[in-house]
């Protein structure tokens, strides 16, 4: 099963920016989709991203036009830059990433839109 490590949460403003980046290691199958998830609390968990190997992406409604991912060749790493965010953003995000064996999720990264 792969390992993923999600980094590049913090505090940030209201308007401002952050990356996250989410590294794969150890999957013995090819990935075939890279996704960025979040949870607040007392919320259920939902899919914010989502980029296939072949570079196909889908958004949530919520962050279209102000969040992208995207990830380097080898699909080893997913990146999410989120700007003019939002204190709605605020959440912990989580890294998916699926192959055709299963799937696996990252420990999650802490965002907090506060001003």
């Known amino acids: 099963q792969v390992r993923l490590v999600e980094s590049g949460g913090g505090l940030v403003q209201p308007g401002g920016s952050l990356r996250l980046s989410c590294e794969a290691s150890?999957?013995?199958?090819?990935?075939?989709?890279m996704g960025w998830h979040r949870q607040a609390p007392g919320k259920e968990r939902e899919l914010v991203a989502l980029?296939?190997?072949?570079?196909?992406?889908n958004y949530a409604d919520s962050v279209k036009g102000r969040f992208t991912i995207s990830r380097d060749g080898a699909m080893n790493t997913a990146y999410l830059q989120m700007n003019s965010l939002k204190p709605e953003d605020t959440a912990v995000y989580y890294c998916r990433a699926a192959s055709e064996r299963g799937a696996a999720w990252g420990q999650g990264t802490q965002v907090t839109v506060s001003s």
């Open positions: 980029i296939t190997s072949i570079g196909v992406t």
């Open positions: 150890g999957s013995r199958f090819s990935i075939n989709s």
